[in-house]
């Protein structure tokens, strides 16, 4: 019997683990005004996940590395249970903080291993296939759960949200026990192997794109939806409706991302998006207060920035296609650490200068990531025009 069903289930869970990230910055003027904290305090909670993330996922990883697939699984989402349980029933936001670094912990622990069993359960050939189903699902619930927590949380205390992804999280416990086979762990690669790639020059400008690239993404993404109510002057049902424009056009960038990378290259693909991203981030600084155009802008915007996740993928696995997951989870680690930085200096932008400035500052980091881009394209020593399929490298899907 085919194992594809056992990796949609994962892929639905791990869509799961995602909204529990990412609803704070669809929530954040909500979790503000009901911790009695400003919004920019409020935006740390996305700096606190992401530095967990970054930082205690590798070491997690390694020191759990000989543990059973299916029981590390179940351990993740239990404590994953746990996070959201904090964030409920316990009072304060110091507790809240705690919260996320509980949740940020087992979902990085989480998504690392089930992409591990999603590769082994995948068929002969599909393991690329397989990575790429449950990579969706995580980033589905960019496009989808913070819209609808968005609504949810308009509609009744948003507490309930993180009670409710909680409580599917014990069900998605039972599920995993039953359907998912005992897969046994693995030798841990040493912390310092993985970093050992970093003494190329090449890979290190290369994740820098990744940084400056999410970093600015991050500084106006992290205060999106104050943004939208204060600045751009829209309503509850507007600001829902943005965030679901918002997360389309995110699925379609990434898509034609990919699509791109294999026709023109990526360097090409990879330069463009992050000066078109940069423009979409300028023209909200120009024309963000008008409701009439904020829709448009707003999709252009995150289209413009997930073209480029697809390309940049691509580009760091060329880099060292024999050491692809290492790239993938450096890439994965370098993602989170700028998205904390993003949020930290957002907070510093909402506090000392105004909410609106935060996407001309977003756009400068963005600016920086083309350039830098640039650079990274020269070092690896890429043809202007090189495609992706002129490269043999590990199918990792999109």
Do not use: C
């Amino acid at each position: 019997m085919s194992n594809a069903w056992k990796i949609y289930m994962l892929a639905v869970i791990s869509f799961l683990v995602g909204t529990s990230e990412f609803i704070i910055a669809g929530i954040l003027d909500k979790v503000a005004e009901d911790a009695g904290v400003s919004v920019s305090a409020a935006g740390q909670l996305i700096t606190v996940f992401s530095l967990a993330y970054a930082f205690g996922t590798p070491i997690l990883m390694a020191a759990t590395a000989r543990v059973e697939r299916r029981k590390l699984l179940i351990y993740a989402l239990a404590v994953f249970a746990v996070g959201n349980g904090i964030a409920v029933l316990l009072p304060g936001f110091g507790f809240l903080m705690a919260s996320r670094v509980v949740l940020a912990l087992s979902t990085g622990v989480f998504v690392v291993t089930a992409l591990t069993v999603a590769a082994k359960l995948a068929a002969p050939g599909k393991q690329g296939s397989a990575i790429a189903t449950l990579v969706m699902g995580f980033s589905t619930s960019l496009i989808i759960g913070v819209p609808i927590g968005r609504v949810a949380a308009a509609a009744y205390d948003w507490k309930l949200i993180f009670a409710g992804i909680g409580l599917l999280g014990l069900v998605a416990i039972l599920l995993i026990q039953f359907t998912i086979p005992r897969t046994d762990g693995e030798e841990p690669v040493p912390i310092g192997k993985q970093l050992a790639l970093l003494k190329q020059p090449k890979i290190v400008v290369a994740l820098l794109v990744t940084f400056f690239w999410i970093g600015g993404y991050s500084i106006a993404n992290t205060y999106l939806s104050p943004f939208l109510l204060n600045v751009s002057g829209l309503s509850e049902q507007g600001v829902s409706a943005g965030l679901f424009a918002f997360g389309i056009a995110s699925l379609i960038g990434s898509k034609l991302g990919g699509f791109s990378t294999d026709r023109w290259g990526a360097p090409r693909t990879l330069v463009i998006g992050m000066l078109l991203h940069a423009v979409a981030l300028v023209l909200l600084s120009l024309a963000g207060q008008s409701a009439a155009v904020i829709f448009p802008l707003l999709m252009l915007w995150s289209f413009a920035a997930w073209s480029s996740g697809p390309t940049q993928q691509y580009h760091l696995i060329s880099l060292a296609p024999e050491a692809s997951g290492i790239m993938l989870s450096l890439n994965t680690s370098m993602l989170q650490l700028a998205m904390a930085a993003g949020a930290g200096l957002g907070g510093v932008v909402v506090e000392q200068l105004s909410l609106s400035s935060i996407t001309w500052i977003g756009a400068a980091g963005v600016t920086i990531a083309a350039v830098t881009a640039v650079a990274s394209v020269r070092l690896a020593g890429y043809g202007v025009g090189k495609k992706a399929s002129d490269e043999k490298l590990l199918d990792v899907g999109a």
